[in-house]
């Protein structure tokens, strides 16, 4: 028996040692439900506390036991009204204690309880009846309900959620810090937080402990952890103090966030701020040599227009795919099939070559030279025409420095590149292959065309792998 039984069993004895007036008149104003029987288990006096409790008034005198209009079980299971601990103590002659059951009223609501049954004896130590105190669970029921959803929450979230002692002893550690920090809760609870902070941060945790004992709260505190295998995180932490029942601060419980993919984004972001900001740069100089260039070699106006806003247009393409590929790059077929598309049908060229990844900058000077040869295709080679074949090959050379793609068109109409000194012709001679650090040459025969480009591969390729070269070899 308990300490707090011990108590109640010593109250309901001073009572039944009182005169029954006295006795019924306290009992009454008890907020407590309580209530007596005589040896039989005939109610013979219960209080209002009682009566609220059951929700209804039983006929003293009549009714046996229990005035609950319907017991149950913990479990739900019916209980019958003789099968009450205050029955089971009168037929056995003994205090039974530490049972609970569920009370059924009226409206249909239910109450669990705990009854604590008293045997009355007279002087001579005969049984003569017995008095019950009712204790209402509901609140402790719904307490301990709300601390097993609690504690399913924290087991099951994805965040690490560990609580300490202000020592910095670690008390709980869910499977969210296990997954986050690598440690399990067996290797870490017993032991210092400090395992967890990089030794350069360890003055950390002495500031917030300082302001968790002022009663702070840190909220979305971001810092760096380590896991178990030495890599470093990226975490966001709340943290809020522990008070004890006399509401003492006691210690802290944290919530850690591992936010390590979104700080690497975050950074990835003003990196690729920086190299838009860069390129885009170098598209305004390019577009301004392009205006230039096309205004010096070209005297009507509309004509002029019409060239510069298809050449811009060029470079949107390519502007478009090192988008699509976060600034990373675009392959050499996916930036020949963009710039080829507006003019003729993809049937009609030929690709051959490594998957290579071109540098942004290779991007944008070498949709400039694909478009000019498609342009001046379309004007006077085979887009022009249903007859002929364009060829695109690339490939690296065997000291793997230096990359090679030829553009050839043949079998189709006679072949021009439009005026001699046209820009079309500066740019596949020398803009594109000069601003790659490299050398273009361009062949013209009434029935070929071809334009060759050599160029160092450290300012053509953002990466090649494996199945590139395997495909050349």
């Given at each position: 028996?308990?300490?707090?039984?011990?108590?109640?069993?010593?109250?309901?004895?001073?009572?039944?040692?009182?005169?029954?007036?006295?006795?019924?008149?306290?009992?009454?104003?008890?907020?407590?439900?309580?209530?007596?029987?005589?040896?039989?288990?005939?109610?013979?006096?219960?209080?209002?506390?009682?009566?609220?409790?059951?929700?209804?008034?039983?006929?003293?005198?009549?009714?046996?036991?229990?005035?609950?209009?319907?017991?149950?079980w913990p479990d739900g299971t019916p209980m019958q009204h003789d099968e009450?601990?205050?029955?089971?103590?009168?037929?056995?002659?003994?205090?039974?204690?530490?049972?609970?059951?569920?009370?059924?009223?009226?409206?249909?609501?239910?109450?669990?309880?705990?009854?604590?049954?008293?045997?009355?004896?007279?002087?001579?130590?005969?049984?003569?009846?017995?008095?019950?105190?009712?204790?209402?669970?509901?609140?402790?029921?719904?307490?301990?309900?709300?601390?097993?959803?609690?504690?399913?929450?924290?087991?099951?979230?994805?965040?690490?959620?560990?609580?300490?002692?202000?020592?910095?002893?670690?008390?709980?550690?869910?499977?969210?810090?296990?997954?986050?920090?690598?440690?399990?809760?067996?290797?870490?609870?017993?032991?210092?937080?400090?395992?967890?902070?990089?030794?350069?941060?360890?003055?950390?945790?002495?500031?917030?402990?300082?302001?968790?004992?002022?009663?702070?709260?840190?909220?979305?505190?971001?810092?760096?952890?380590?896991?178990?295998?030495?890599?470093?995180?990226?975490?966001?932490?709340?943290?809020?103090?522990?008070?004890?029942?006399?509401?003492?601060?006691?210690?802290?419980?944290?919530?850690?966030?591992?936010?390590?993919?979104?700080?690497?984004?975050?950074?990835?972001?003003?990196?690729?701020?920086?190299?838009?900001?860069?390129?885009?740069?170098?598209?305004?100089?390019?577009?301004?040599?392009?205006?230039?260039?096309?205004?010096?070699?070209?005297?009507?106006?509309?004509?002029?227009?019409?060239?510069?806003?298809?050449?811009?247009?060029?470079?949107?393409?390519?502007?478009?795919?090192?988008?699509?590929?976060?600034?990373?790059?675009?392959?050499?077929?996916?930036?020949?099939?963009?710039?080829?598309?507006?003019?003729?049908?993809?049937?009609?060229?030929?690709?051959?070559?490594?998957?290579?990844?071109?540098?942004?900058?290779?991007?944008?000077?070498?949709?400039?030279?694909?478009?000019?040869?498609?342009?001046?295709?379309?004007?006077?080679?085979?887009?022009?025409?249903?007859?002929?074949?364009?060829?695109?090959?690339?490939?690296?050379?065997?000291?793997?420095?230096?990359?090679?793609?030829?553009?050839?068109?043949?079998?189709?109409?006679?072949?021009?590149?439009?005026?001699?000194?046209?820009?079309?012709?500066?740019?596949?001679?020398?803009?594109?292959?000069?601003?790659?650090?490299?050398?273009?040459?361009?062949?013209?025969?009434?029935?070929?065309?071809?334009?060759?480009?050599?160029?160092?591969?450290?300012?053509?390729?953002?990466?090649?792998?494996?199945?590139?070269?395997?495909?050349?070899?």
């Open positions: 028996m308990d300490i707090a039984q011990s108590n109640l069993s010593s109250s309901l004895a001073a009572l039944h040692s009182m005169d029954s007036f006295s006795r019924d008149s306290l009992i009454m104003e008890l907020p407590i439900p309580v209530y007596t029987t005589d040896k039989s288990g005939i109610i013979t006096f219960y209080n209002r506390a009682a009566a609220k409790f059951w929700g209804r008034e039983p006929r003293i005198g009549e009714e046996h036991w229990c005035g609950s209009w319907k017991l149950y009450c601990p205050l029955a089971m103590s009168l037929r056995e002659g003994r205090d039974v204690r530490g049972l609970e059951a569920i009370a059924g009223r009226p409206d249909g609501s239910r109450v669990a309880f705990r009854p604590f049954p008293v045997l009355l004896r007279d002087n001579s130590g005969e049984v003569v009846g017995a008095m019950n105190m009712l204790v209402d669970l509901t609140e402790q029921k719904h307490n301990e309900e709300s601390a097993q959803h609690l504690a399913a929450i924290v087991e099951s979230s994805d965040d690490a959620i560990v609580s300490k002692t202000l020592a910095g002893i670690v008390r709980s550690w869910n499977r969210g810090a296990e997954r986050v920090f690598g440690y399990t809760a067996e290797e870490m609870i017993g032991r210092s937080i400090t395992t967890i902070i990089p030794a350069e941060r360890l003055g950390e945790e002495a500031s917030i402990v300082d302001r968790i004992r002022k009663g702070e709260r840190l909220d979305h505190y971001e810092t760096i952890r380590l896991r178990k295998d030495g890599v470093r995180i990226h975490v966001s932490l709340t943290i809020s103090p522990v008070k004890d029942s006399t509401g003492r601060i006691v210690g802290a419980s944290k919530i850690a966030r591992d936010i390590t993919e979104r700080k690497e984004k975050e950074e990835r972001i003003v990196m690729l701020m920086r190299e838009v900001n860069h390129r885009v740069k170098n598209q305004y100089a390019v577009i301004l040599s392009m205006i230039r260039e096309t205004g010096n070699r070209t005297g009507d106006s509309t004509e002029f227009e019409q060239q510069v806003r298809e050449r811009i247009m060029a470079l949107a393409r390519s502007h478009d795919l090192l988008v699509h590929a976060e600034w990373r790059g675009a392959t050499v077929s996916d930036l020949l099939l963009a710039q080829t598309k507006p003019f003729g049908d993809e049937s009609s060229v030929a690709i051959s070559g490594p998957l290579i990844v071109l540098q942004p900058n290779a991007v944008q000077y070498l949709g400039i030279a694909f478009h000019e040869l498609a342009t001046n295709s379309a004007k006077y080679g085979v887009f022009s025409a249903d007859q002929g074949n364009i060829a695109v090959d690339w490939y690296v050379g065997d000291d793997g420095k230096t990359f090679y793609l030829t553009w050839t068109e043949s079998d189709g109409p006679p072949v021009r590149l439009g005026r001699t000194h046209g820009f079309g012709k500066i740019v596949l001679e020398r803009v594109t292959p000069l601003s790659l650090g490299g050398t273009g040459t361009l062949e013209q025969t009434p029935k070929r065309l071809v334009w060759t480009l050599r160029a160092p591969m450290e300012n053509i390729a953002a990466s090649i792998t494996d199945q590139a070269y395997k495909a050349h070899s």
